[in-house]
């Protein structure tokens, strides 16, 4: 009965072999608890990880620091050879599926596992990430990686629960390849904006001082950049041509910008008739209304500033989600048909074959 | 009312480990019938708990180690339920309901309150990851439990036990149904943080871990089918394979801390 295996058999036996299995699984599976520990006490090294895809990581972080990563590409490797161990596995069943296709729950399972891996290769490589991004209404933001499409924000608005708690934020997102508009999404908690293999998430919000509130002689008026107020009698005009949330006065005198919190406001006017300027220059919040203004007859009483919300957001670019998604069904339909052969064998009192 | 009815079905769990091992000496087949029946009052007890829980806060409570505990020893339950009524286990039950014992008597003391929903949680995604997890971990736990106890026939022996060739047969069960769960649950979690995150997989600690439980579990589907893993192999690896669970579920909140949603 014994037959000589030819070496060729006996490799594919080998390559198909379920004691190879069990050895790159618990290879692959003991070098990622390590691995995992050693993440876990090194933040410096690996807590980005999340930031960018695993090539990019590892070609900014993880090559330089071998001592600490080397475990990550040796698990990578085990468990890329246990994918193709799988496939050989998979090859063998269709060659035997005629009298084997009771078996197609298990070998669903194996394919999906197989889809899973490459397409986490797939991203890992080709895909890429834009962490973070601050995103305010009306704004664009172009998508680097995929040259000439954008993201736009369209409107804004927090949720914010009875207890000022802040519930969720809705973000109407535009993506833009040029002027054409490919997908619009309200995007808020779990609702991303997905197209291809983009996906966008809303990550937090913040609000900016873009502006301030008066009380002028002809009621209450809003300044932000680019508003022009008409002075009612006297035929001038006020336009702002700047404001900044935080300014300070060099010591020459200039105004310089300080930063996006809200501290030291200010604003920079023209002020002019019939089109000529008359006077241009700075109005610091704290120090009191210009003198050249007060002189024209201007009054400006400060309230209380305004804001604008801003979304911050994150990019992601993975060309194997759909891979990904599709080796899950894969399993997912697979355990169902596995679950009721398991339970068919067993009624058959079928006991597992030995290797 | 959540004390009271949380202390009623420890106790019918306690008075039933009481049952168990009292038959353990008299071997009286009565005192296994009321066993039984007092761990289905018990789980009759917990499963109102759980419907009434669901129905105040809207959403299944599992946000926090109290309600995790409760939710893992009601699967936990279930599960022995599910074996028992099915094989007739009987004395195996004393081992599991000690386990489930020991689960719910460490979520005594926690605080019961139901905690707000962090607005990520609020999708059937988390509920279906949460559910298929917990029973996934349950049927391990049953695996580990079964594991012992072919260890304990095998080495010492107990006639009141099931013979050593039915533990092995349900220990394969367990594990096996464990597995096809907690796939259930990890396909569910990935979707999620997919939709959350806008990725499937993240490097937390916690993620990774579960990564890895799968991965065992899976290796334990196939071990069963090599003559040296059978056996007392397969129990050892029962035993392990709970090792890691208990590490992911609790190990990593209670020794590391994981920026995992659920940490
Ligand atoms: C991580 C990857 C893998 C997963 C998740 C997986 C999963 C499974 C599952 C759930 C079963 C059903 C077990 C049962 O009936 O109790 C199974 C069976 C099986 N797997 Fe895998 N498997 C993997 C890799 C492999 C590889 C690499 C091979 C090839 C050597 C293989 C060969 C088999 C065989 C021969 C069976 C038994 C089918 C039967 O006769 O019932 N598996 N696998």
Redesign the pocket.
Known sequence: MATDKTFAQSLWSWC???K??IV??SLATLLTMGGSLVMHFNPRVFSGMDMQVLNDWWQLRGADNLRLSWWLPAAGISSVL??L??L???I??LGKVKT?WR?S???C??CG?ILIVTAFCWGGFGGWRLPEQVLQVGQTLPLPELPGHYLRLDHFQPVIGDSGRPLDMLSDLSLLRGDLVLKQEQVKTNTPLIYGGLVVVPVSFGQRADGFRFATANGIIDLRQGAQLALADNGLDLQVLNFWPDAARSGAGQVVYRGDQLNNPAFEFVLSRAGQPLWRGWYLLREGLPQELRRHGVILRPTDPLGRYYSVLTANYDPGAYLALVGSVF?GV??WL?LF??YY?RARGDR??VA | MTKIMLYSAFAAYAASVLCYLLNVGLKRRSLQTVALLLVLIGFVIQTTQLGLRWNAAGFLPVTNLFATQFFFSWALAATYLYFELRYRIHASGLFVMFMNLLLLGSALPRDPQLPPLIPSLDTPLFTLHIIFSFVGYALFAMAFSLGVLYLFQRHIGAHQLPELSQLRKLN?EA??LG??LF?LCMIAGSLWAYIAWGTYFSWNIKSVWSTLV??FY??M??A??IRRWQGSGYAWLSIAGFGVVLFTYLGIGLLLESNHPLE
């Open positions: 198909c072999s379920l190879l299995t790159l699984a246990l994918a161990n799988t050989c596995c998979l063998d069943w084997r078996k729950g298990e070998y399972i194996h596992f399993i697979g355990v596995a052969s398991f064998k597992p074959d | 394969e594990i096996f597995f096809a796939t799968w991965i899976a290796g589907c196939h069963k089918f």
